[in-house]
């Protein structure tokens, strides 16, 4: 086994793999400081660059119909990402309950993602809200494609076409073939069979969002952000859905997406949502956005979730905060408790704010990107 291994190899040198950092005196490893990012057994770090772009960009194509797609439907899609534990399925269900209490009239949908069991998506339905369980097998993410294949099955997608203006009507039914369905994976170049116009997508995997939030929130709520923020979907797309509601005025419909519980994975995967929401309790522990870095850098708001549990755990809420601006200065942060209500309202706030809507500016958020990458190249081994 010694020389499989190569622990039996005595000659002199720097034995390490190609991209691989050596931290002296402690030996500690790096695996993450090539030019990939990642060490994969048996394929250089151009490879993996060139496999990672190549499947990364199959499925932004994907996830920018989606983005457009949503919109026609005047859909919000918000992606829903934290480690196993955090509270994601019942921060949910606590959710779709609020919205009953002050929007009944807007439609929300969820669509699940698991590695097997379908127990997340049953407890969303027994709130009463339509729900896609997507189990990954062995897939520890979920991407484009399969909330496209998801979307498309929920009555959220079909309610959708019954007010279009031109006779899309009620006996339209939600497939359940993916065969059958006009939006399915390969509509990259053709309009939709319902008469949506896409204009010509102009997509960005990080896009920026821009508009300034003019609503007060109650500090007390737990709120922590200035909401000068910015929001704004990376496409332009004319359609001719004749919508009760513009979008400028507020959501029509939320689509909810939980991610797989994996802080690492899901953070690189466009599905076309308007923001990724990270969610992390109290009881993982405040140094979690420097340990999953990437997750945080991608998110949009995080969310601390448990905060009921603070007496009981060890946990520093202002280090945590310290940490996740270090890698993202422009996240933005709130605190509540799904169990107690705590900073509920200041959530239902953030929802329901129109991400397309405001003038922010752009050359800001790109700053504020570009810094958080300078700080995350800086925290890399020498």
């Known amino acids: 086994m010694c020389v499989v291994c190569g622990c039996g190899n005595t000659s002199s040198g720097d034995q390490s793999a190609p991209g691989v950092n050596v931290q002296p005196g402690t030996g500690d490893l790096h695996f993450g400081a090539g030019a990939a990012r990642v060490s994969v057994p048996g394929m250089s770090q151009q490879r993996a660059i060139k496999i990672e772009a190549d499947v990364l960009g199959a499925n932004n194509l994907i996830a920018a119909q989606n983005r457009a797609h949503f919109a026609s439907h005047g859909v919000t899609a918000y992606n829903l990402v ?18 009953r209490q002050h ?14 069991t379908s127990f997340d998506a049953d407890r969303i339905r027994a709130t009463g809200a339509p729900a896609i369980q997507v189990n990954t097998g062995k897939g520890c993410h979920l991407d484009a494609p399969m909330v496209a294949e998801a979307f498309s099955r929920l009555d959220l997608h079909a309610s959708g076409h019954h007010h279009d203006g031109r006779g899309h009507g ?15 994976h390969e509509y990259a170049e053709q309009a ?23 609503h007060q929130h109650n500090r ?21 859905h004749d ?17 797989v519980g994996n802080l690492v994975c899901p953070a690189m995967w466009d599905l076309g949502e308007a923001a990724k929401v990270a969610i992390l309790s109290v009881t993982e522990g405040d140094d979690k956005p420097l340990k999953y870095p990437d997750m945080f850098a991608a998110a949009k708001l995080m969310v601390l979730n448990k905060i009921d549990l603070l007496p009981h755990v060890s946990f520093d809420v202002a280090r945590c905060k310290e940490f996740a601006r270090r ?32 003038n922010g500016n752009p050359v800001a958020a790109r700053i504020a990107e570009l810094e958080a990458e300078l700080v995350r190249l800086r925290a890399l081994p020498a």
């Not at 929007?103 to 097997?116: F, N």
């Not at 949506?196 to 821009?210: F, G, L, Q, T, Y």
């Open 103 to 116: 929007r009944p009239d807007l439609a929300v949908a969820v669509i699940e993602g698991d590695q097997q």
């Open 82 to 99: 934290s480690s196993p534990g955090s509270g994601k399925t019942t921060l949910l269900c606590a959710t779709i309950e609020a919205l």
């Open 220 to 240: 007390d709520a737990g709120h922590d952000h200035d909401h000068g923020h910015a929001h704004g979907h990376g496409h332009t797309h004319s359609h001719d």
């Open 327 to 358: 890698v993202n200065p422009g996240i933005e942060i709130l605190e509540l408790s799904a169990t107690t209500g705590v900073g509920m309202q200041t959530w239902l706030d953030w929802l329901l704010t129109d991400p397309a809507a405001g």
């Open 243 to 259: 919508h009760a509601d513009d979008r400028a005025t507020g959501n029509q419909a939320l689509l909810f997406i939980e991610n």
């Open 192 to 214: 939709h069979s319902h008469g949506h116009e896409h204009a010509e997508v102009a997509h960005s995997h990080d896009h920026s969002h821009d508009h300034p939030h003019s």
């Open 170 to 184: 009620a006996e339209e039914q939600v497939n359940t073939h993916p065969h059958d369905h006009p939006h399915d």
